[in-house]
Every structure is written in C-alpha cells, then in structure tokens.
T-cell receptor, first 111, second 112 residues
Framework: RKEVEQDPGPFNVPEGATVAFNCTYS??????FFWYRQDCRKEPKLLMS???SGNEDGRFTAQLNRASQYISLLIRDSKLSDSATYLC????????????FGSGTQLTVLP | DGGITQSPKYLFRKEGQNVTLSCEQN?????MYWYRQDPGQGLRLIYY???????QKGDIAEGYSVSREKKESFPLTVTSAQKNPTAFYLC???????????FGPGTRLTVL
C-alpha cells in the first residue's frame, strides 16, 4: 500500500460547484497533515494545514478522520482560478520523520 | 523578502556531463530538501538535510549528490550516473522535518 494515496482525477466541474477530494494514508502514527496546491509547471504552495478538529479557510474546508486514516478537502463555490493539482501531504512517522507527498488530484473548473 | 531561490530556471546539458543546481534560502530554516517531479507524477524525494554538514538519502538518491556547507545553501549535483535526469527539480525548506515546506520555483533540466 502506498504511504499516501489520492484519486488522480481529473475532476472536471462547472464553476460554482462543490467538489471534494479524499486522501488516504498508511501510517496510523502520522501527526502532520497538509493540502498543497500546484499550478501547471509551477512549484507547490501550501493551501492549508489540516487539524484534528477540522478547519475552514473561506471556501475551503479540510477534515481529518484518524480512525479511517484519511483526510479530505472540500471546495465550495468553485472558481476558474481553483483549477490546479491538489497534493495531499502526510508526515512519515517513525525514525525517519519527514513529509510524504501524494501524487495529486487534478481539478479543472469549467466556465 | 524571505524565500527560496533556485537557479537556473531552465538548464540543458549533454549526456555524460555532471551539472549542479543551486538552491538558496533566507528563511533561516534548518531543513532543506530536493525533489524530482516527472510529467504527470508526484514529488519524489532525492535528498534532505536537517542541519548543516548533515544530509540523508531520500527515495531516489542514486545518481545524485548534495552538500550542506552553509545553512542557506543546499546545491544538488546531477551526475552522469543518473540514467534519466530530464525532469523538474524542486528545492524546499522548512523549520523542522514535519513542518510546512516552502518551495523554490524549480529548475527544468533537459538532457540532450
């Protein structure tokens, strides 16, 4: 099983739609979780951290489900500018703690 | 302005040549990383460094080498031993190993 797994998509949604991405992780001891956004041919940038109680930043909501070992990202009222690849990031717990990046989910918001 | 810089943005090299990619940060971060990204793929960790004069292999270190002589700098050398060097190379830094990582703009390396 991969350490971090994401549905690659692509997700093509109309402007204004609500879209949700899930990401599963294999290490039950992981403690740090993030969602990054990567535009085409650019570097990844932090979208938001994911906290145990769930957190919201404007149109974006992130949730963590430790029991099922997944995190989710919900985007409400999609904008054309939300088109990007969304990367799920989880720490690789244990003796070699570091972050592991998922392969990303591609989102295209259509006019 | 604090941030990470990588140079050059585009790099072309002939097969069989070594090439060094630059990465500099002024964020006062202890940890630095090198990733490789191939088209349509995720990020794969090449090397990382927690502190000056120390670095560790990532998942795909073969054919690469690094140094960490200064906190601000973490250059990556792509050697002729790397079989498929054409890729997008990203450098990142963070306070600690499980903290948010900040990325540089990347270097696109093409081997001719």
């Amino acid at each position: 099983r991969k350490e971090v797994e994401q549905d690659p998509g692509p997700f093509n949604v109309p402007e204004g739609a609500t879209v949700a991405f899930n990401c599963t992780y294999s290490n039950s001891a992981s403690q740090s979780f993030f969602w990054y956004r990567q535009d085409c041919r650019k570097e990844p940038k932090l979208l938001m951290s994911v906290y145990s109680s769930g957190n919201e930043d404007g149109r974006f909501t992130a949730q963590l489900n430790r029991a099922s070992q997944y995190i989710s990202l919900l985007i409400r009222d999609s904008k054309l500018s939300d088109s990007a690849t969304y990367l799920c990031v989880v720490d690789k717990s244990g003796s070699a703690r570091q972050l592991t990046f998922g392969s990303g989910t591609q989102l295209t918001v259509l006019p | 302005d604090g941030g990470i810089t990588q140079s050059p943005k585009y790099l072309f090299r002939k097969e069989g040549q070594n090439v060094t990619l630059s990465c500099e940060q002024n964020l006062n971060h202890d940890a630095m990383y090198w990733y490789r990204q191939d088209p349509g793929q995720g990020l794969r960790l090449i090397y990382y460094s927690q502190i000056v004069n120390d670095f560790q292999k990532g998942d795909i270190a073969e054919g690469y080498s690094v140094s960490r002589e200064k906190k601000e700098s973490f250059p990556l050398t792509v050697t002729s031993a790397q079989k498929n060097p054409t890729a997008f190379y990203l450098c990142a830094s963070s306070l600690g190993l499980v903290d948010e990582q900040f990325f540089g703009p990347g270097t696109r390396l093409t081997v001719l």
